[in-house]
């Protein structure tokens, strides 16, 4: 038996249950690994609305959370590529979930082994935040060198993430944050932070690419600070299309296996900082659920799954 979190109903992080349940059986090609660590993304925020059921769809009772990090407990007669014992790091079908929990069980192949120089906190961090980001900057955006970017809450999970990237590629980096972030924001690469809460939009130069992280009225605001091939990528507004000759993209991430090993790299390079807003226990998983939901997280919060 493990602890867990589930929802037996859609709703708000209210409805989380915390219990008990019986461990699942492993298949040939599966591994069951001892959770020490989940991040709290979004998108799980989406899910246990059900606003995703139409995407990915869940049958309770379901266990939210994608992003973890762990210690190999089992593997399937059909694994070789990693071992009890094995540091690893990996993402959940949002269908699936199962992060929020003491264990959980997924295809060996979907897991990355992490290096003793990283934390299972900095581990968890990693996959859905530099995942979405490196979509939305360059594999469905293209940006290159010496192009303008603005990007949305620079100080969030995916912002945090988005801002050390564009400016490794050479970008040159916007940002907005509040007040409070503006300097940290710049010590990841960003040459002008904003402050959301009193900045013009319409005052800036002409930008290349704009990474949409909210929505709603900021995205509305953001068409007309396009430049001439200007384009945006929306990781939340799944109906935007292009206006007026400008690409519009709905980013929807799914394969963090294939990135993680490049996140891993540029960590131990010294070209990328996790930062870390709150870590709440297994069984404070509907509190952790409602600080992000409030917006201001700073950083990424998370859940530590071992008492």
């Known amino acids: 038996m493990m602890k867990t979190s589930y929802i037996n109903t859609f709703g708000g992080p209210d409805g989380i249950v915390f219990s008990t349940a019986a461990d699942t059986t492993l298949q040939l090609h599966e591994a069951r690994v001892r959770v020490e660590m989940a991040s709290v993304n979004p998108l799980d925020l989406k899910m246990i609305a059900g606003y995703m059921q139409q995407v990915c769809p869940v ?15 089992a593997v399937g007669a059909g694994v070789n590529n990693i071992k009890p014992g094995d540091r690893v790091v990996g993402r959940t ?34 996959p859905t935040a530099f995942g979405a980001a490196r979509q939305a900057l360059f594999d469905s955006s293209g940006l290159q060198r010496g192009e303008r970017v ?25 940002a907005t944050a509040s007040g409070k972030n503006i300097d940290l924001v710049k010590s990841l690469g960003a040459y ?62 799914a394969d963090a296996a294939s990135v993680l090993p490049d996140a891993i790299a540029m960590f131990l390079a010294g070209q990328l900082q996790i930062i870390t807003d709150a870590i709440f ?27």
């Open 192 to 253: 002008e932070v904003l402050d959301y809460r009193t900045a013009d939009l319409t005052q800036l130069p002409e930008i290349d690419l704009v990474i949409d992280t909210i929505g709603g009225d900021v995205l509305e605001q953001s068409w007309p600070v396009l430049a001439p091939g200007g384009r945006i990528a929306s990781l939340v507004a799944f109906d935007i299309a292009p206006r007026n000759g400008h690409p519009g993209t709905f980013v929807f991430f």
């Open 93 to 126: 079908a949002p269908g699936a979930g199962g992060a929020f929990a003491q264990r959980l069980v997924i295809a060996a192949s979907e897991l990355v082994a992490i290096p003793a120089e990283m934390s299972f906190e900095q581990a968890a961090s990693l």
């Open 281 to 307: 226990p297994l069984d404070q998983a509907r509190a952790a659920l409602e600080k992000l939901a409030t917006g201001h997280a700073r950083g990424k919060v998370l859940i530590r799954t071992t008492n």
């Open 59 to 73: 049958t309770f009772p379901y266990t939210p959370g994608t992003d973890f990090s762990g210690v190999v407990d």
């Open 150 to 174: 603005l990007i949305h809450a620079g100080a969030g999970g995916v912002g945090i993430m988005a801002v050390q990237l564009a400016h490794h590629a050479g970008a040159y980096v916007i």
